[in-house]
């Protein structure tokens, strides 16, 4: 029902089930501002002969990200907000509106050899953001330096207009390699993907930094109908818990990553190598197998209402109020809710949504169980095995601008099911791995982070592009102490 509706370029909104009858039931439409299309469906072209939904991008798949980050840049920040600092240890929200085009214009400069789209002082004030250690944030990696006060920045009509400068060269260049008047090169196939990703990823840094101001400046997705809460919690109350308490798995040899170095672009034999070939990040690759053993793990990660019980309880003096929550009032038993980009919902509504917080705090949840964090070989056999996908049901590319309740562990589909549209934490430090070569083409992406402070993240949140979240090689990181973005867990046990 999902694929048909998504085909049809629509969501749905609330599906009302008939109470005598489970096989009847009307679903609330509505024609959003924007859907993302099944991966499956990715056509054939000149430019993707395979139809591989991890080749070439289409210029459908830019404008799709287009519309989306335009929606949130125009119609979700006001004015008031454009200079406001969310969240201390990230930009402001107009760094980023000018960051995407800047991204864009850097790396087709550097592969074009033409000079950047103007005006090129913008490539130094919104070239790189930033990633401070959140317990010494005077250290920090290279990045963009930017003016100090509001009114040294760009206005908001100069780098609109830059935006759109940058569009259409990058249309252009499409217009040139379908015309056959620029050569399709493993290289330049790279670039345009990394171009796509990165703006994926940052839609939802953008939006992670402007839900700490949900319902107190920042205005709700528009083109999408306010979801009926009352209605929606009575269903996810509903929803059958899991059958077992956990999925038993391994011992057995899992194979990750996959063989995608971005050195062989430029060897004779790979240089026009582009048709059937699946891109990723540095960190992606090569192909590796790793020996995982015998571990039980629970079908579902840590619910807001899981982690209110230890917050309130065994918790009270380990962990911190995750930011993804609020208080209603300065009193100690003040009731607690839960921000969605709509504003914040009461607890009751969102208590079965996977809470998002620290690593480090759902470590000392875990350690609570008497368990602890997967690590990534662990999470990642966890969700090749029960993990849906996008086509199946998952909560990912928009189809809610919220979390939903997890349905791994049911009867059905063998236990199959989504983990609500959260990234997941693993116990796993980013670092390096044998046989990786970093990027050439966005120097540092990786390398930059191999800190000893982040951890890697597997899965995919509500506000995924599906391109990232089905690809299975997909490894994201954040900071072991870093709250803000939608990253939750589930808890491992050793056999």
């Known amino acids: 029902m999902l694929n048909i509706v998504t085909d049809a370029h629509l969501r749905i909104v609330v599906t009302l089930r008939s109470p005598t009858d489970d096989s009847l039931a009307l679903h609330i439409l509505e024609r959003p501002a924007v859907t993302f299309p099944r991966l499956s469906l990715t056509p054939c072209s000149p430019l993707n002969p395979t139809g591989s939904p991890y080749n070439m991008p289409s210029l459908s798949e830019f404008q799709d990200g287009w519309r989306v980050w335009d929606l949130i840049t125009l119609g979700m920040i006001p004015p008031s907000l454009l200079h406001s600092k969310p969240i201390d240890l990230r930009h402001k929200p107009l760094f980023y509106m000018g960051h995407l085009p800047t991204f864009l214009n850097l790396l087709m400069t550097a592969y074009l050899k033409e000079r950047p789209v103007e005006p090129v002082r ?293 236990g199959r099911g989504s983990n609500g549209g959260v990234w997941e934490w693993t116990s796993t430090l980013f670092d390096m791995h044998e046989g990786f070569a970093g990027t050439s083409i966005f120097p540092g992406y990786s390398s930059d982070f191999y800190d000893t402070k982040h951890q890697v993240v597997l899965g995919a949140s509500y506000a995924t592009i599906p391109r990232l979240g089905e690809r299975c090689t997909v490894r994201n990181f954040y900071q072991h102490n870093y709250p803000y973005p939608w990253v939750g867990a589930r808890v491992a046990y050793d056999c």
Not at 272 to 301: L, Y
Not at 312 to 320: N, T
Not at 386 to 413: C, I, L, S
């Open 122 to 414: 913008f490539t130094s004030i919104f070239e790189r953001g930033i990633d401070p250690h959140v317990d010494d944030p005077e250290y920090c990696h290279s990045h963009s330096e930017v003016p100090e006060k509001d009114e040294d920045w760009p206005a908001l009509g100069e780098v609109l207009a830059y935006r759109d400068r940058v569009r259409e060269r990058l249309m252009r260049l499409y217009e040139e390699v379908k015309k056959g008047e620029r050569p399709l090169t493993r290289r330049l196939a790279r670039t345009l993907v990394m171009v796509l990703e990165h703006d994926g990823f940052h839609i939802e840094t953008l939006l992670y930094i402007l839900i700490q101001r949900a319902g107190t400046g920042m205005l709700p997705p528009p083109g999408f109908a306010t979801p009926p809460w009352k209605h929606l919690a009575a269903q996810w109350d509903a929803t059958p818990a899991p059958t077992t308490p956990y999925a038993t798995l391994g011992p057995c040899t899992l194979t990750m990553g996959h063989d995608d170095q971005e050195p062989d672009d430029l060897l004779p034999e790979f240089t026009n190598a582009v048709a059937g070939h699946d891109f990723g990040w540095d960190n992606e690759s090569p192909k590796r197998t790793v020996s995982v053993g015998q571990f039980n793990i629970s079908w579902r990660p840590v619910t807001n209402g899981d982690f209110l019980d230890f917050w309130r309880g065994a918790g009270k003096d380990r962990v911190g109020l995750p930011p993804s929550w609020v208080l209603d009032s300065d009193s100690e038993d003040s009731e607690v809710s839960v921000r969605a980009l709509y504003g914040s919902v009461p607890m009751d509504v969102a208590r079965h949504w996977p809470v998002l917080t620290a690593y480090d705090d759902l470590v000392a949840y875990a350690a609570s169980k008497g368990g602890r964090i997967p690590t990534e070989p662990e999470l990642r056999l966890f969700l090749d095995t029960y993990q849906v996908g996008y086509e199946e049901g998952a909560n990912m590319g928009f189809r809610n601008w919220h979390p939903m309740p997890a349905t791994a562990g049911g009867e059905k589909d063998e």
